[in-house]
């Protein structure tokens, strides 16, 4: 489109012309208003006129001269011709400047744009008046105009004379890119920048140093306020209270107090004792909408999710479900924002000697699909709450700006313009939860998760006793979730001396609760005793500590799952418990001469009870769960031993300390994996059945309620099974043992059902961001303040990294094993066995030759007496001679026949190139495969492979060879040599008492050599699996299945085995029938004879 006319004279004919032609384009482009925006230099489009009053304003003021792109009469990015008005300008366009950087502009100013006009930018508002559309800031727009202007000129502009590849825009936001990903500090990117700016030509334009890149960047960033708040946190001087000297709760200043107070230091600065760092949240939601990256995955959960009810998803839980079923006005729109809320604290400092805990609120949008959910680009920060210690009760206090902006985007919403429909609706959003650890879970919800009735969900119903002797509460009581007629309910000397008739606890309704919050002592923030709500019947204990600000939400009350118990925190406190149990670690053990001591004060299991010698000595009888010396040797062996695939964990061997028979060190993932995989393949021989069999159950549940997808049946078979496992514990261990947090496994199916998969609720993520906020504390001195401008910094560069389409980005940067990542390639000859080997498995693994393989074994059955011939015998000649009858047979055709079958088949009847291509190591669909000899001396296993044939017969191999074939026509195809086991039963195959597979590689299915054997298979066929040697069963391994990640069943397919091959991965254990392992009453065995007890000192 010529836009030359915006050059001439305002009397001349090309301008009047051009004008018309402008406003024809206008309304054609514009929405069915009757009004717009006027681009004349006096407006500037801060007003919109009838068209006949934009012409007159045209004529008599003249269009703007920086007004290139018409974006705001319905001109499309990328449509628009650059060097119309700029004819001098005789470069050429530039390729990345004027595109993907373009878009990014427009995203970020979108009030330039017709549908924005109505002023949704997150400072500028504007009113519809009589006159038309009026900012009610005029000083804001035009510091908005003017910095939109400036910055397209940037993006328009060369850096440099002569610079086709980048503009001055494009150049700050890559440089930017490369010191956030290679986390340069300030002085070396300052180094950088001076650096570059000599290699550059005169008259470049790049800024000198960190200060001017940064105060470049800021203007396309979101900022945040800050907010003074008392030094012990008892309230904000924020709005009404704002300009307050002292607080109101204790009196305590809001100024730091000097220790020096002389004239001079009294002239100075005074500075704020606390300072709560507040995001905003609406414009970073409505960025989320306004950019074109991101405004089609807002509505994923309601467009683009699977309805086939399975588990994927928040959205396929019964909260979500529930919560549109009552607000079905906030459901029609499925814009509208579902959030969860993560709050944590962390030490700014790492690992200095330093007590100071900096909490982070942080919020994450569940309107998102899987593989954008949860990620650290769409993490938002909130509020950051200073330390040096935890907010603790007194996070309400903080919370205060979070809640009123969540209030204000419930009732009233915020104009907001979605770039994919091109209008403006009004976005509201909705808090669907918290994302905590325990102790956060009691500071957010206001019930006290300490003391006797410290189950947030069974809460005054809470079953604990007290530990005389351990100076704890025990958490038993598992047999209420039995059924009720269930006689293990009646087995009182089994379990803790009583009998058990109570059924299950029930939640209270949301006006019970309320009810019991506005007992007046919930407010009382000096009051920490318990309270107790008196009844017209009953009387009913609650432990409520507060009433928590979220129930100021006007849905609150009503969401069904309010707190997420922390599945990760709770697997890492049972994997704590069992270990040190088992291996009586000191510091970590349930089951010492306390527990002994308590065991005896209930007049429980007499046979543990401790025994005072002679000598002053108190003798512990070893229990049933207790290890030799030599059986945890043998369990630590296992661990140290293992080797697992690249990337599928930390090194946990390095845990294991076998001169002292211990673990120690262990992360929370480490005892994620501990748990699901290697500590029931090292229990196996080391304690009696009655003891492994409830352990390995619970490692079961565990992985199948971390499974990324799940089905309401197998949860209510969970749901069913978990009280069995528990109570099955609880004949097992000491009171001890049932600390809270083995409890609340029994309540983690229930909360699967409503919040949908683990992997949204739990704390991973948020401790790998919490991480990264640490990354930004440069300034020791300061830690918050660093923390703040780090994050919007990071912030503003994972928005500019959606549209840098030609550099490396947190988007787009490669994984950690990049498919097709080969290392080493070497050219090989392959003898004709092999040669062989490889081309008869193409074939008979193609569905091209599908017709060809049926044919020859049709003519094979013609020619043979099948009464003297097996089908064994068959389709063993068939495989022997299928490859030169099917060379033959296409030799023979003549050139029209040949030419009906495809160049593919008559090529590949001719066999492969006798060179091949030969790797140690390949990465298939994010899998990193390793031949056996190459990996000899690593630290990691990626040589292990299975494959599953139609009839379901699963293989184990080893790989030894990777190859890469060629036909003649350019086909290729990559092949694994492996050594099978013989996976018949008895030989190289077997399955212990517990459900494992073990496979004998000793006892292969053929040796390779022959021609006739079958050692490879293609590596789109393998999946990759490990295995875990034990020395209590030479020359055996356990088989563990692995599945890729970042792999996500969105349900648009089929679901194939593979998908439920994650839950038969999951089944370790066979006992599945709870009768079959119910002890009788008379045949109760707490010690074990093999062994020897434990003497110690008497206390």
């Not at 002389?262 to 704020?272: F, I, L, Q, V």
């Not at 060879?961 to 039963?985: H, N, P, Q």
Request: aromatic content about 10%; proline content about 5%; glycine content about 6%.
């Amino acid at each position: 489109m010529d836009k030359s006319w915006m050059k001439k004279p305002r009397h001349t004919k090309e301008y009047v012309d051009g004008v018309n032609e402008f406003l024809k384009f206008a309304c054609e482009n514009c929405p069915t208003d009757s009004s717009i925006c006027c681009p004349c230099r006096k407006c500037g489009l801060r007003m919109m006129f009838m068209p006949n009053m934009v012409f007159d304003h045209l004529i008599s003021y003249g269009i703007s001269q920086g007004y290139t792109i018409w974006h705001a009469h319905g001109e499309r990015k990328g449509e628009a011709s650059y060097h119309a008005i700029g004819a001098q300008n005789n470069n050429e366009q530039i390729n990345e400047g004027s595109s993907g950087m373009t878009t990014m502009l427009h995203d970020v100013f979108p009030m330039f744009d017709p549908e924005i006009v109505e002023g949704t930018g997150p400072e500028i508002r504007v009113e519809v008046g009589e006159a038309g559309v009026q900012y009610e800031n005029r000083q804001d727009s035009n510091e908005r105009v003017n910095k939109f202007y400036n910055m397209l000129k940037d993006v328009d502009e060369p850096l440099y004379e002569g610079c086709t590849k980048h503009t001055k825009f494009s150049a700050i936001v890559r440089l930017w890119n490369m010191k956030c990903l290679g986390g340069l500090s300030n002085n070396i990117f300052t180094e950088l920048l001076e650096f570059v700016n000599e290699l550059l030509p005169p008259g470049a334009s790049l800024p000198k140093n960190t200060y001017e890149a940064k105060k470049y960047m800021n203007e396309l960033g979101l900022g945040y306020e800050k907010i003074l708040v008392c030094p012990n946190g008892c309230m904000l001087f924020w709005k009404d209270n704002e300009n307050l000297e002292t607080c109101v709760v204790c009196g305590a200043s809001k100024w730091k107090r000097k220790e020096s107070m002389d004239e001079s230091s009294k002239k100075g600065k005074r500075s704020p004792a606390k300072i709560l760092r507040w995001f905003p949240l609406k414009p970073r939601l409505q960025r989320l909408f306004m950019s074109s990256k991101t405004s089609s995955q807002m509505k994923w959960h309601a467009i683009g999710r699977t309805n086939d009810g399975v588990l994927r998803h928040p959205a396929d839980g019964l909260a979500w479900k529930t919560f549109d079923s009552q607000h079905d006005e906030f459901a029609s729109d499925p814009r509208n924002v579902r959030l969860g809320l993560s709050a944590d604290g962390f030490n700014p400092f790492g690992n200095m000697s330093i007590s100071y805990s900096t909490w982070p609120v942080m919020l994450v949008p569940y309107n998102l699909p899987p593989w954008m959910c949860m990620k650290r680009s769409t993490f938002m920060l909130s509020l950051l709450i200073p330390g040096p210690s935890s907010p603790s009760m007194n996070i309400d206090v903080y919370l205060e700006p979070l809640i009123s902006e969540l209030k204000e985007l419930w009732e009233i919403g915020a104009p907001t313009y979605d770039v994919c429909s091109r209008e403006i609706f009004t976005m509201r959003a909705a808090l669907m939860w918290t994302i905590n650890d325990f102790p956060a879970y009691g500071d957010l919800s206001g019930w006290s998760t300490k003391g006797r009735l410290a189950c947030p969900c069974c809460m005054g119903n809470t079953r604990s006793r007290w530990l005389k002797h351990g100076k704890k509460f025990s958490y038993m009581g598992h047999r209420r979730f039995l059924p009720i007629n269930h006689k293990w309910r009646m087995m009182a000397r089994t379990f803790d001396g009583t009998r058990e008739i109570d059924p299950p606890p029930t939640m209270p309704t949301p006006d019970e609760i309320l009810e019991q919050l506005d007992d007046e002592r919930c407010n009382d923030r000096t009051n920490r005793k318990r309270n107790r709500v008196v009844g017209s019947t009953t009387v009913k204990e609650h432990s409520w500590k507060k009433r928590s600000i979220f129930f100021s939400l006007p849905y609150w009350k009503d969401n069904l799952l309010r707190h997420n118990l922390d599945v990760m925190h709770i697997e890492k406190n049972v994997v704590d418990n069992i270990v040190g149990t088992l291996l009586n670690i000191v510091t970590k053990s349930k089951d010492g001469i306390q527990a002994r001591l308590d065991l005896q004060e209930m007049g429980l299991r007499p046979q543990l009870h401790p025994v005072i010698t002679a000598a002053n000595k108190t003798y512990l009888p070893p229990a049933i769960f207790t290890m030799s010396n030599k059986e945890k040797e043998d369990l630590l062996k296992v661990i140290k031993n293992v080797k697992v695939p690249d990337g599928y964990s930390s090194n946990v061997s390095r845990c294991v300390k076998l001169e002292h028979r211990t673990i120690v060190g262990m992360k929370s993932h480490d005892s994620h994996i501990l748990m699901q995989q290697l500590l029931p393949i090292a229990l196996r021989g080391s304690l009696p059945k009655k003891v492994i069999e409830p352990l390995i159950e619970l490692s079961g549940f565990f992985r199948e309620i971390c499974s990324k997808t799940m089905r309401l049946e197998d949860l209510d078979r969970l749901e069913s099974r978990i009280p069995y496992i528990l109570c099955q514990l609880e004949m097992i261990f000491p009171p001890s043992f049932f600390t809270v947090m083995v409890h609340l496994v029994i309540h983690l199916v229930a909360e699967c059902k409503l919040g949908g998969p683990v992997h949204y609720r739990w704390m991973y993520p948020v401790e790998r961001y919490l991480h990264r906020l640490k990354f930004h504390v440069r300034n020791k001195a300061a830690p918050e303040g660093s923390i703040a401008e780090g994050y919007l910094l990071e912030e503003l560069l994972t928005f500019c990294s959606r549209y840098l389409e030609s550099a490396q980005t947190v988007f787009n940067r490669p994984s950690r094993n990049p498919d097709d990542s080969k290392g080493k390639v070497l050219d090989v000859r392959l003898d004709f066995t092999a040669w062989t080997q490889a081309h008869r498995y193409i074939l008979f693994n193609s569905d091209d030759f599908t017709p060809f393989r049926m044919m020859h074994l049709e003519i094979l059955r013609n020619t043979i007496d099948e009464r003297h011939v097996s089908n064994e015998e068959l389709q063993k000649r068939h495989q022997d001679q299928f490859c030169n009858w099917f060379q033959d047979y296409v030799m023979k055709m003549d050139d029209n026949e040949r030419s009906e079958l495809g160049h593919k088949v008559v090529m590949h009847s001719k066999g492969p190139l006798q060179v091949a291509k030969e790797f140690k190591r390949i990465v298939i669909n994010g899998t990193k495969y390793r031949t056996r000899n190459y990996e000899n001396g690593k630290k990691t296993q990626n040589c292990g492979v299975s494959v599953c044939t139609e009839d379901g017969l699963a293989w184990y191999g080893q790989l030894t060879r990777i190859i890469e074939i060629m036909y003649y026509d350019g086909s290729r195809y990559v092949l694994f040599k492996c050594d099978w086991a013989d996976v018949t039963m008895g030989k190289g195959f077997k399955e212990d008492e517990f459900g494992f597979s073990l496979v004998n590689f000793s006892h292969l299915v053929h040796t390779g050599n022959r021609i006739t054997d079958d050692p490879f298979v293609l590596s789109s066929q393998v999946s990759q699996v490990y295995y875990v040697a034990d020395e209590r069963c030479p020359n055996w391994v356990v088989v563990v299945k692995t599945k890729p990640r970042d792999v996500y069943d969105t349900g648009e397919e089929e679901v194939t085995d593979d998908d439920d091959d994650e839950y038969l991965v999951n089944e370790y254990c066979n006992t599945s029938n709870d009768e079959a392992i119910e002890p009788a009453i008379d045949d109760v065995v707490w010690t074990r004879n093999d062994i020897d007890g434990l003497m110690i000192e008497t206390p």
